[in-house]
């Protein structure tokens, strides 16, 4: 006996096979070059160029990973990334949630205005800004200096835009209820807004992390040395100290980049979870 | 204690030509439960948090305890509000939710957590302070919110369709509850809601919204003996009032048929047609064999609805006068639970005379 498949069938399962062709393409997209990285900074430096390829380190060395050490300051970028990274995350957090909650919930003159212009600086690539904001800091002599790279990038359009719309979203009442029960700004925003925006707000902070950790070309423009030069930087310096061709100690600084961010990334995520205002309207 | 007073005060929404709420003119007594009623959309929510300082009135005044509060923000108003979704803080336990507006104020620790306690033995919610909202059952968590209101022993209570999101059974006992606790603290109290029986049932006195217009204010007596006009007789009242329309009028007498004339009180030259007005037990089915009598309306019953204690006839009347029309196609009869009425059985309605209500051609009431 023949099974024929309704057409309604057929359609999941042409659905599920195009599901699984996509998720085949974004693993040979993203999956294949960050396995590749890992693999690399294990390899012997002829092993990395052997053709055909092998897909396990065989010997096993982690001689690319005291490259690394010995090579370049290291422990210098990596310091210079956290301080940049968490200086720019926390002032951009900030800002971002104050404004969107004065955009979301003051009523000022101007508010429309403000609300474009934030729009508009989201659509300014900031390579156009650049050339301009690099006169300023060297006129203000800080060229070199934590403040010269971090100042310049610590404004946000996005953050604010991101959580003005997920405010908004809100249940209105309870905000009124705030209001009733004359909470003040700061207290609504602490006790009410925020509780209720964990989520959104733990993923503009994510998006936040991860942007800051992978700034280069502002910083390269701006550090001279290893004094402030942040990560992605410190890897350039590394393929110029090990030449052309020695790749292993460069995938191998590459991989001690991106393991704190993931760190960050995998504590951070469990906490975007949906539904903290179940139990705020209705029955 | 407190007195609320409307004083003309309209709203206008921007982008809207007509006023949600059209020159309310209302006074609340010092410790009255005053009950709003209207359809959906008439603009009770709108009046109430105009009260309450969450809307801003487009014109005329407000006033609480004779001072003008129309320009004076929400918190500075000593007012409280129960949301019809409850409104309650998702991230607090039931007692942060009812103590946050007293530590706002700067209540003390020590205080606050008396107050608490002391309205969640009033509410029964004791147990229940240390959970969060997301975890409690509907009837706890409008308990809560009337906590939330309580705790801060305000002037006035505004309460916007407290009950909408409680089941039919927990909508009756709270219903009772709410009323009897209001009279207990003495709180002036503005209870919106869309429910007659609710309103019927729990006002000192009810107000009648329709289109944002005032339409009456009065007992719930007052309001189911002699309404103002046709909306009112039809909004209170369950089932509602029985309206013949096109009634016309001889030499001062509104013929609805051969045997029932009305007398219709007019000072001058009175209108040429009224609406009639009889509300389902000022009809009476009279028993067979008995004489016909003036005031009788003879009907087929085309439909009946046993309630347990009473029952309602659905009756079409035969023998209208010409052009004379019954508003909903029949008339509701409601006759004692031992009277035996079948479908299809040709009856004589007697009206009881007293009772009826006469409304003129544009819906008022005549007197
Ligand atoms: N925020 C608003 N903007 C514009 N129109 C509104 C707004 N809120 C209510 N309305 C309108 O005002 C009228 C009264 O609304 P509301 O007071 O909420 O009625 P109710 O509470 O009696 O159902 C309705 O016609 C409604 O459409
Ligand atoms: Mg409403």
Redesign the interface.
Known sequence: MTTTLAPHERSGALRAAGGYLGLLVVILVVALPLYWILAASFKERPDIYTVPVTWLPDPVTTENYTAVRTGVDFVDYLRNSIIITVVLTAVQVVLGVLSAYALAFLRFPGRGVVLMVIIAALMVPSQITMISNYALVSGLGWRNSFAGIIVPLAGVAFGTFLMRNHFLSL?T??L?????????PI?TLL??VL??SWPTLIAFTLITVVNEWNQYLWPLLIAEDSSVAPLPVGLTQLQDAEGLTNWGPVMAGTVLTMVPILVVFLLLQRHMIKG???????? | MATVTFEGASRTYPHSTRPAVDRLELEVHDGEFLVVVGPSGCGKSTSLRMLAGLEPVTGGRVLIDGADVTGRRARDRDVAMVFQSYALYPNMTAGENMGFALRNVGVSKAETKARVAEAARILELEDQLDRRPSRMSGGQRQRVAMGRAIVRNPKVFCMDEPLSNLDAKLRVSTRAEIAGLQRRLGTTTVYVTHDQTEAMTMGDRVCVLLDGELQQVGSPTELYERPRNTFVAGFIGSPAINLVDAVPVREGRAVVSGSLELVVPAQGPGPSEVTVGIRPEGLEVVADGEPPRAGDLAARVTRIERMGSETFVFAEPTHLTPGVSVRSGHLVVRVGKRQVVTEGQPLVLRTHLDEVLLFGPDGDALR
């Open positions: 249940p009442e309870v009124e209820a705030a209001e009733m029960d004359a909470a003040g207290r006790r009410v509780p209720m903290l205002t179940a139990g705020a309207v209705k029955g």
